[in-house]
């Protein structure tokens, strides 16, 4: 049987695409016996595992990756009475099965796609576990149901997501929605109770009424809130039922990708939101409005440690700043650095020296010629702020203060260069800093006040989370949807259907 089963394994045709060594792991471990099938058919298991592939949509998958009519077709054969021995067929239904299963296990785990697809700077924890010991484990059991169960996202956020996906699928089988026009107040009334925004038991809103639910729609779809049915309104009210389907199953997707244990404290910044929250044990106890990247100096989605942070920071101004932005302001204004309080230094690194900047001919410089670093002091007019949190990457991303807290007022809040800069910079030091000496937060806004350039090292580094979520439950169990800012929304959907 050995020889006729690992011929199986090459096979192509209905082929899953799994690891194959993995695969061939797997049947070496049984000593090439098969796993789903007894002389005469498949054994339950087998089964079990349909009804799990049935159930794959549910999590936004799809059953053809797994090949599940080809399986059903294969268990099918083998229950008709009198049905012919064919011991290789009996085989390929056998690996067929193990394919799927490694493959539904894996999409499960840890998603379709690798994240560094479309986000080539995603660094967060693979999440892993020994697929082959989970299979056979399961199948000495029998559980093979409840070993695929286990390896969805344990987090709420996830669940509840996948219970909306359940909600728009049976929107979308009864039809979707016609479209709004303007003055189409009895569809408009039925659209807003469908969506969940006007409450149950007001059949005919008044005008208040209506207004109202307007304006908790146009909250969680990240509109400027005013009750009013305005263009951009009825926009998304338009958007058919099936495009709200895709982007919650592109947001599944994004779930997958995170360790399912994020820790008990963490940052996360949801960027397309324009949203900051500080978790513990699960639940957000502190939540601001932040200024992320524009389209095109977009805010990397990664994580990593928060391990300092810098009271009175100077500013460090990158390169690309310094040549395309302040280098022309020079030109024209040879005052400039003195009026920002921008120190010129020359060197790199610990050689860094101070450079008189009148002994500079600024006219004669050009972007190729530039050698030079700028360094804006602490203080008034410091596009850092009064502080700064540091959480170690590769392209010098922090979260930060910001003078410019007018900007905070707007809707769509992508003006930076890819930094984050917080509208509670003091509450979020504070909360940070809880359980590390006596921080409370007049010591914090005393210290701001100083002036004095310090940095303060944290006991315990805090997960930092910077995600790209376009569509997510929130708390109060509101479905969100947000506009993709950055087209990842699209290059994910161009991911998934070639691969």
Same mark, same amino acid.
């Given at each position: 049987?050995?020889?006729?089963? $690992?011929?199986?394994?090459?096979?192509?045709?209905?082929?899953?695409?799994?690891?194959?060594? @993995?695969?061939?792991?797997?049947?070496?471990?049984?000593?090439?016996?098969?796993?789903?099938?007894?002389?005469?058919?498949?054994?339950?298991?087998?089964?079990?595992?349909?009804?799990?592939?049935?159930?794959?949509?549910?999590?936004?998958?799809?059953?053809?990756? #797994?090949?599940?009519?080809? !399986?059903?077709?294969?268990?099918?054969?083998?229950?008709?009475?009198?049905?012919?021995?064919?011991?290789?067929?009996?085989?390929?239904?056998? &690996?067929?099965?193990?394919?799927?299963?490694?493959?539904?296990?894996?999409?499960?785990?840890?998603?379709?796609?690798?994240?560094? +697809? !479309?986000?080539?700077?995603?660094?967060?924890?693979?999440?892993?576990?020994?697929? !082959?010991?989970?299979?056979?484990?399961?199948?000495?059991?029998?559980?093979?149901?409840?070993?695929?169960?286990?390896?969805?996202?344990?987090?709420?956020?996830?669940?509840?997501?996948?219970?909306?996906?359940?909600? #728009?699928?049976?929107?979308?089988?009864?039809?979707?929605?016609?479209?709004?026009? +303007?003055?189409?107040? +009895?569809?408009?009334?039925?659209?807003?109770?469908?969506?969940?925004?006007?409450?149950?038991? !007001?059949?005919?809103?008044?005008?208040?009424?209506?207004?109202?639910?307007?304006?908790?729609?146009? %909250?969680?779809?990240?509109?400027?809130?005013?009750?009013?049915?305005?263009?951009?309104?009825?926009?998304?009210?338009?958007?058919?039922? %099936?495009?709200?389907?895709?982007?919650?199953?592109?947001? @599944? %997707?994004?779930?997958?990708? @995170?360790?399912?244990?994020?820790?008990?404290?963490?940052?996360?910044?949801?960027?397309?939101?324009?949203?900051?929250?500080?978790?513990?044990?699960?639940?957000? &106890?502190?939540?601001?409005?932040?200024?992320?990247?524009?389209?095109?100096?977009? +805010?990397?989605?990664?994580?990593?440690?928060?391990?300092?942070?810098? /009271?009175?920071?100077?500013? #460090?101004?990158?390169?690309?700043?310094?040549?395309?932005?302040?280098?022309?302001?020079?030109?024209?204004?040879?005052?400039?650095?003195?009026?920002?309080?921008?120190?010129?230094?020359?060197?790199?690194?610990?050689?860094?020296?101070?450079?008189?900047?009148?002994?500079?001919?600024?006219?004669?410089?050009?972007?190729?010629?530039?050698?030079?670093?700028?360094?804006?002091?602490?203080?008034?007019?410091?596009?850092?702020?009064?502080?700064?949190? =540091? /959480?170690?990457?590769?392209?010098?991303?922090? *979260?930060?203060?910001?003078?410019?807290?007018?900007?905070?007022?707007?809707?769509?809040?992508? /003006?930076?260069?890819?930094? =984050?800069?917080?509208?509670?910079?003091?509450?979020?030091?504070?909360?940070?800093? $809880?359980?590390?000496?006596?921080?409370? *937060?007049?010591?914090?806004?005393?210290?701001?006040?100083?002036?004095?350039?310090?940095?303060?090292?944290?006991?315990?580094?805090?997960?930092?989370?910077?995600?790209?979520?376009?569509?997510?439950?929130?708390?109060?169990?509101?479905?969100? /949807?947000?506009?993709?800012?950055?087209?990842?929304?699209?290059?994910?959907?161009?991911?998934?259907?070639?691969?």
């Amino acid at each position: 049987m050995a020889p006729l089963l $690992r011929g199986q394994l090459d096979l192509g045709g209905d082929r899953v695409p799994v690891d194959e060594g @993995l695969l061939s792991r797997f049947y070496l471990q049984r000593d090439d016996r098969p796993a789903w099938c007894g002389p005469t058919g498949p054994k339950s298991q087998a089964d079990a595992l349909v009804l799990m592939l049935a159930r794959a949509k549910e999590d936004g998958l799809r059953e053809q990756d #797994y090949a599940l009519e080809k !399986i059903r077709a294969e268990i099918a054969h083998w229950r008709v009475p009198g049905a012919q021995p064919d011991l290789r067929r009996l085989l390929g239904l056998d &690996v067929l099965l193990t394919r799927a299963f490694l493959a539904y296990a894996g999409h499960l785990q840890r998603g379709r796609i690798d994240p560094r +697809t !479309i986000h080539p700077e995603w660094n967060a924890p693979v999440q892993s576990a020994d697929l !082959i010991g989970l299979l056979q484990t399961a199948l000495d059991l029998q559980q093979v149901g409840s070993a695929l169960e286990r390896l969805r996202p344990p987090q709420a956020g996830y669940n509840h997501l996948r219970q909306a996906l359940r909600g #728009y699928r049976s929107l979308a089988a009864r039809g979707g929605w016609p479209l709004l026009e +303007t003055g189409a107040d +009895t569809i408009l009334v039925r659209r807003l109770r469908e969506m969940g925004d006007l409450p149950v038991g !007001i059949d005919t809103p008044d005008r208040g009424q209506l207004s109202a639910a307007i304006a908790h729609y146009q %909250e969680r779809h990240g509109l400027a809130v005013h009750g009013r049915l305005d263009g951009q309104t009825l926009a998304e009210l338009n958007r058919p039922v %099936e495009e709200r389907l895709a982007a919650i199953e592109l947001n @599944l %997707e994004r779930w997958r990708w @995170l360790p399912h244990d994020p820790g008990t404290r963490y940052i996360l910044v949801r960027i397309a939101d324009y949203e900051l929250d500080a978790v513990e044990g699960g639940k957000t &106890v502190l939540n601001m409005r932040v200024i992320v990247g524009k389209p095109f100096w977009r +805010t990397p989605v990664f994580s990593a440690k928060l391990t300092r942070m810098v /009271f009175n920071p100077h500013w #460090y101004i990158p390169r690309s700043i310094a040549v395309k932005e302040i280098l022309p302001q020079v030109k024209r204004d040879p005052d400039y650095l003195q009026r920002r309080n921008i120190i010129v230094t020359s060197g790199m690194g610990l050689q860094l020296s101070p450079v008189d900047p009148d002994s500079i001919v600024w006219s004669g410089l050009s972007v190729d010629d530039f050698e030079y670093s700028f360094t804006q002091a602490p203080g008034e007019g410091n596009p850092l702020g009064r502080i700064k949190f =540091i /959480f170690p990457n590769p392209y010098n991303v922090y *979260l930060h203060d910001t003078p410019h807290t007018q900007l905070f007022a707007e809707r769509d809040r992508a /003006f930076s260069h890819g930094c =984050i800069r917080l509208e509670k910079s003091a509450e979020l030091a504070e909360h940070i800093l $809880r359980g590390q000496g006596h921080w409370p *937060l007049a010591r914090v806004e005393r210290e701001l006040a100083s002036g004095i350039n310090r940095g303060v090292v944290l006991v315990r580094p805090l997960p930092v989370y910077l995600l790209y979520w376009t569509t997510w439950v929130d708390e109060e169990g509101l479905l969100q /949807f947000r506009r993709d800012e950055y087209d990842a929304d699209y290059l994910l959907r161009q991911a998934l259907r070639h691969r």
